[in-house]
Structures are given as structure tokens and as C-alpha cells.
């Protein structure tokens, strides 16, 4: 388990300083999938390097498994970021060395086992789907086979924490796609915990059971990835959600966003609706978000009718989230 409890990260420069991080709490448990979300400039880089020890806080507490390491000394401290693989946007691959060879220096710098090693190599290759690209330079390989590499070299020594900083970024949406897919099969296969930063709501959509929202270096959101989607409660996130689903070319119109669970609703709800209370539907525009392991309906229209109020207190009482969108 990582915790984070009252902090506070100030980077001072010459002659100013400015705060990154304000009175941030929170607790990642062990297995989960977390999401860290926000615009750039959230504090959201910042945060990890906190939890793997790259920086320290300028005042509160980073535990990860019950022991506090903002006093470690160098050597515990590298101690314990054997228990954490990290994966970035841009890869970090040594481009002088096979894929074989990037994979073993992280080996041999977590002092593996020797005579183990070579076997570990061609477990990780398997894992990652690169077992065919073992002698390949980097230079040989497209963006995503040298993210699946990074992944590789990042769980070589069998960490319990898996820290993603924006590891789809620099990839187009299908090999991120792909990526994502990877990474919900490792954790379902390991049991690793995964934090995963990104700007993009979509990508965390996909991945993550719970999403926390960051906005100037404050957590804003803290839910389930469901709740998040469904119920939404600060601007940031519901303009993070906007920009991902629907976004109305003409503002003057009055607008109302449903958003259903497939599971749960009925496809009969709507027509009941026009029928009982005699209103007319413009429907504007739906789409189903396919989140980690179901899927929310949104359906924007508008609805007309002397019983309109009461056409939409029918919906909520079906079960339907109904806001004004517009």
C-alpha cells in the first residue's frame, strides 16, 4: 500500500517559487489499477516521483508499505525501488543495445540472479508479445514495440508497483489501445499494482477501477471509474468528459444529457416517456463510453411539451442520471 498524507511540494527557482502539490491525501491499495488524471500542470508528474523517491516532499509523508521514506538514506531508498518498475513517455531505451540486452541491464542492475536471468529475459519477452524480437535494436521497432519493451525492462525484478507517467502519450490511439490491453493482462496475470498518469481521460477509461481527478496541484475527484463517468462532480472533470463524448456546436440550445448503465436500463424507457406525457424528442447525439469492465450510455436531446418537467422526473425515476447539459 502507498500513502500519501498531508502534502506539500513547493519548487523554489531563483527568484520565485510556486506551490505544485496542496494538502494532498491518498492511499493506493495493493492490486488496484488508479488512474491520475488532469490537465497539464495538475502536479500529476510530480506526485509519482514523490512515491518512487525521486524528490521529496517539502512538508507531510510517503509511505508504501508501512515504512515512511522521506528519511531513507540512499541505500534504503534504492532498496526499496526495487519493489517499483516505472515506464515512460518516451521510452528510455539504451538505443545501443538489442532489446535482449535492455532487458537483461535491468536484470543486472537489481542484481538478479545469475543463473536466472536468461530464463527471466524470455518470460518478460513472452509476457510482452516480443519474443521474435530479442536481437532487434530499438531503432528496428515501432513506438509500441518499444513501449512493450520499457514494460518488460520495468518488471524484470518483479516489482509490486507498476508507475506509468503518461506511457501512451507519445503512441496513436490504436497502439495505446494495445498497450492498455497489455497492461490489464500483466496485472491480471502478476496481481501488480498499476498508478497510471495521463491527460487522457480516455486511455484511463479503459484501464483503471478508480480515477482520481487533479487540478492545481489538488486532488478534486476521487471515485470509482463508474461514479466518475455517471456522476461527476467538479468542472474539470465534467469538461475532461465533454471533450470525450459530446460537445454542442450551437450553445444557445437548451440540451439534457442522459447517461445510463447498460445493464440497468430499458430500451422501452424513452418511447414510454413520449407516450405517457405527450412531449416531442429531438435526439442530437449518443454514444456508448466502454469503460474497464462495462459500458455507460449517454444520450443528449432535447424534450418539448407542457409535461416536460414531469417527462424527466419519469426518467430519474427509471434510473436515468438526467442534467442540463447546455
Do not use: W
Request: hydrophobic share 40%; proline share 2%.
Amino acid at each position: 500500500m502507498i500513502e500519501l498524507k498531508d502534502i506539500q511540494h513547493i519548487y523554489h527557482q531563483k527568484h520565485t517559487s510556486f506551490q505544485v502539490l496542496k494538502d494532498v491525501n491518498l492511499t493506493i491499495h495493493d492490486q488496484e489499477i488508479i488512474g491520475i488524471v488532469g490537465y497539464s500542470g495538475a502536479g500529476k508528474s510530480t506526485l509519482i516521483r514523490l512515491m518512487n523517491g525521486l524528490i521529496k516532499p517539502t512538508s507531510g509523508h510517503v509511505i508504501v508499505d508501512g515504512v515512511t521514506i522521506n528519511d531513507l538514506n540512499r541505500q534504503e531508498l534504492n532498496r526499496m525501488r526495487q519493489s517499483m518498475g516505472m515506464i515512460f513517455q518516451h521510452f528510455h531505451l539504451v538505443f545501443s543495445m538489442t532489446v535482449y540486452q535492455n532487458i537483461m541491464l535491468a536484470l543486472n542492475i537489481g542484481n538478479y540472479p545469475k543463473e536466472q536471468s536468461e530464463k527471466r529475459v524470455h518470460e518478460l519477452l513472452e509476457l510482452v508479445g516480443l519474443k521474435d524480437k530479442a536481437k532487434r535494436y530499438p531503432v528496428e521497432l515501432s513506438g509500441g514495440e518499444r513501449q512493450r519493451v520499457g514494460i518488460a525492462r520495468a518488471l524484470a525484478n518483479h516489482p509490486k508497483y507498476l508507475l506509468c507517467d503518461e506511457a501512451t502519450s507519445a503512441l496513436d490511439q490504436k497502439t495505446a489501445h494495445d498497450i492498455v490491453l497489455l497492461l490489464k493482462d500483466i496485472q491480471e496475470k502478476t496481481g501488480i499494482t498499476i498508478i497510471f498518469i495521463s491527460h487522457q481521460i480516455d486511455v484511463i477509461k479503459d484501464l483503471c477501477d478508480r480515477i482520481i481527478v487533479m487540478n492545481q496541484g489538488v486532488i478534486i475527484e476521487d471515485q470509482r471509474a463508474k461514479e466518475l463517468f455517471t456522476k461527476p462532480s467538479s468542472d474539470v472533470t465534467k469538461a475532461l468528459i465533454k471533450s470525450l463524448i459530446y460537445e454542442p456546436k450551437d450553445q444557445s440550445q437548451m440540451i439534457y444529457e442522459l447517461i445510463y448503465d447498460h445493464k440497468n436500463s430499458d430500451s422501452m424507457t424513452l418511447s414510454e416517456m413520449i407516450k405517457t406525457f405527450d412531449v416531442d424528442v429531438n435526439i442530437m447525439f449518443a454514444k456508448t463510453l466502454e469503460l474497464k469492465d462495462e459500458n455507460i450510455g449517454y444520450l443528449y436531446l432535447q424534450i418539448q411539451g407542457k409535461r416536460q418537467e414531469e417527462a424527466i422526473n419519469y426518467l430519474r425515476t427509471c434510473g436515468v442520471e438526467v442534467n442540463r447539459y447546455v
